[in-house]
């Protein structure tokens, strides 16, 4: 899986393609091999349009091979020296209609207002764009296809993204909803999991254009920058020591935190798939077309083993929150009861504490009521967490048992196995 500092820093050298930058010594070549966040990538194709757009397609080094299954595309974002950049920010992503978008919108093939509004506004960058990620996927028709980029970047590779149904991973963009085309837009509805384009709340820019998509995912960093601007830059996001893009942990990004696994959950069991269909096709090539049973049931056990091992993760930071919650609102029954028994005895002097609780029991306030009954519930529900957690394990274990057990009595099917990690 290429992590999220990749696809930051293939973001932020993308931007570097444009012959106008000041650091050419940065500008990335067709043919090289340059370290992009904390993997190795070949770039493979450069273009720099016509139309001010900029972009790279690079493949992840692996095991000292260029690795053309899996292919991104960086789009660069704007530069604010570049006029056809600033045309295509006011053009495309602002809808605002300039004297050159106007004469062609009054081209015989465009009679149709929506339809040449649409044209009009994808004409330049992103029929480039367009074209440009119609040639990768040409030239590598298995590769799976990501784009990303940062603000019109992202734009862009959102647009093309839900055009050839790609996946996405950028930053700050606006949302293209407005110029996808009516089967684009329902792809991207129906797809959400594919798409993701991070936004720090705080940025103007990047939340333009509203989330019509899907793919936006608003994130409150925490950040109180001095220039507001800052909230846009690449440079704004953290990651943690194996390149995932870090939410802080609060109320406000809960949601954020859910759609940020449930992409990688995604990602993870797409990729695995993907290896299960290979091994599958390596282990009949092997036994002359077919399976065998063991090697039937070693694959569907491994498929349900990697879905159980992924969702270890998830189970065991949510049961661990659960009872945290438990454990808290345990204390906080405890304390409501203290606090309202010394809010009760210091209105009054005459009562001893036996008749301040019996007067506050005519109230159904009790001890029982308040702590005991619900800290009773609260420990069942700890138990039982922790008994469902027990048998999640031990279900974990029974399956990894099975396959070590299978590949052990089956020495042919092992001998294939090892040729396949090996």
């Not at 009760?344 to 301040?356: C, K």
């Not at 099975?402 to 590949?407: D, E, H, Q, R, Y």
């Amino acid at each position: 899986m290429i992590s999220d500092v990749s696809y930051n820093k293939l973001a932020t050298q993308s931007y570097f393609l444009d012959p106008g930058h000041s650091e050419n010594d940065l500008r990335p070549i067709e043919g090289k091999t340059k370290t992009f966040g904390n993997a190795d990538f070949r770039i493979l194709r450069t273009i720099n349009h016509r139309s001010g757009m900029q972009a790279m397609a690079v493949a992840p080094i692996v095991d000292g091979q260029v690795d053309t299954s899996e292919v991104v595309i960086a789009y660069a974002g704007t530069n604010i020296k570049d006029l056809k950049d600033s045309e295509t920010d006011v053009r495309t992503v602002g809808g605002a209609l300039t004297p050159h978008s106007l004469v062609m919108e009054i081209k015989p093939e465009t009679r149709v207002f929506g339809k040449a509004l649409r044209s009009v506004r994808k004409s330049g960058q992103l029929h480039a764009a367009d074209a440009f990620a119609s040639r990768i996927e040409t030239e590598y028709p298995n590769a799976k296809i990501t784009t990303t980029g940062h603000s019109l970047g992202e734009y862009t590779g959102l647009y093309v993204a839900a055009e050839h149904h790609f996946e996405n991973v950028g930053f700050n963009g606006p949302d293209p909803f407005h110029v996808l085309s009516p089967e684009a837009k329902k792809w991207a509805k129906n797809h959400p999991e594919r798409l993701m384009n991070y936004r720090n709340r705080g940025d103007f820019i990047g939340n333009l254009r509203g989330n019509r998509t899907g793919a936006g995912l608003l994130i409150d960093m925490g950040k109180h920058l001095r220039n507001f601007l800052g909230y846009h830059d690449l440079a704004a996001w953290d990651f943690s020591s194996d390149g995932n893009l870090l939410i802080p942990e609060t109320e406000e990004n809960l949601f954020a935190r859910m759609k940020q696994r449930n992409h990688d959950n995604f990602i993870f069991f797409k990729d695995k798939l993907k290896f299960f269909s290979l091994a599958e096709s390596r282990l009949k090539a092997s036994n002359g077309g077919s399976l065998s049973s063991n090697a039937q049931i070693y694959l569907d056990d491994s498929k349900v083993l990697a879905v159980v091992e992924r969702a270890q993760s998830d189970f065991v930071q949510m049961t661990s929150q659960m009872i945290q919650l438990y454990r808290v609102a345990m204390q906080e029954a405890r304390m409501i009861w203290d606090e309202t028994f010394i809010q009760a005895r210091s209105a009054t002097t005459e009562l001893s504490d036996g008749e301040i609780r019996e007067w506050l029991g005519h109230t159904g306030f009790t001890y029982r009521s308040v702590v005991t009954d619900p800290c009773n519930e609260y420990s069942a529900n700890i138990r039982e967490l922790e008994t469902f957690s027990e048998r999640f394990l031990d279900l974990l274990n029974q399956i990894r048992q099975k396959i070590t057990g299978l590949v052990q009595q089956d020495a042919e099917l092992a001998q294939q196995i090892q040729g396949l990690m090996g």
